[in-house]
């Protein structure tokens, strides 16, 4: 168990709504990750963290912003939800070590009508 | 961007059979990742390999970074219906260890 509750679990939202989705860790890890999973895209990376206030862009960001005001916790934001961001997200640490690999929480479904 | 080729894409097997499956990425890559992932959760991570050639076992899986480094394996021995899953490949090459890139999945079913 790598301490990582994501919430909520499950959110039904309408196009045009903004979205917060959370993220927080119990083990004080430096670094923080959002990924997507679609089904023939495997997970993508939107947004990660390397410290508080620290984030850059991944390979999927356009339409998301993130903030990192506590170590403990990573906030995805959908400043206008569109039907094409309806996906499984999920939020990953990953320890110090520059080498280490990531862990995962348990993902938040999100559904945009 | 970077692109892993996972294959196959899913197969269905006896318990008891040893499944084996790859991964093969377009550049070189300094560590490989293993996870599965049951459905409605997170993926757990499996095996990490680190060096060219490395073989490392948990239980009865077996992976193995190879020595193209282009490319990974992964073997189950003596399946089990817990075994069912969806099993994800992953790594990250020079680009830096913060872009890590994950295969497409190779959705394993047993069949008891």
């Known amino acids: 168990d790598a301490g990582i509750t994501q919430s909520p679990r499950h959110k039904v939202t309408e196009t045009g709504t903004p979205v917060t989705l959370r993220c927080h860790q119990t083990?004080?890890?430096?670094?923080m990750y959002w990924y997507r999973q679609d089904p023939g895209h495997g997970l993508r990376l939107i947004h990660y963290s390397y410290g508080v206030k620290d984030t850059d862009k991944g390979e999927v960001s356009d339409g998301y912003s993130v903030s990192r005001s506590k170590t403990e916790d990573f906030l995805l934001t959908l400043e206008s939800a569109t039907s094409s961001q309806t996906s499984v997200y999920f939020c990953a640490i990953r320890t110090e070590t520059n080498n280490s690999p990531l862990h995962f929480g348990n993902g938040t479904r999100l559904t945009v009508t | 961007g970077q692109q892993l080729n996972q294959s196959p894409q899913s197969m269905f097997i006896q318990e008891g059979e040893d499944v084996s499956m790859n991964c093969t990425s377009s550049s070189i890559f300094n560590t490989w990742l293993w996870y599965k992932q049951d459905p409605g959760e997170g993926p757990v991570l499996l095996i990490a390999?680190?060096?060219?050639?490395e073989l490392t076992s948990n239980g009865r899986l077996t992976a193995q970074f190879g020595i193209t480094r282009k490319d990974s394996f992964l073997n189950i021995s003596a399946s089990i219906p817990s075994d069912v899953g969806i099993y994800f490949c992953?790594?990250?090459?020079?680009?830096?260890?913060?872009?890590?890139?994950f295969g497409t999945g190779t959705k394993l079913q047993v069949i008891p």
């Open positions: 992953a790594g990250w090459d020079s680009g830096g260890y913060q872009k890590v890139t």
């Open positions: 390999l680190y060096k060219a050639g």
């Open positions: 083990e004080n890890h430096r670094y």
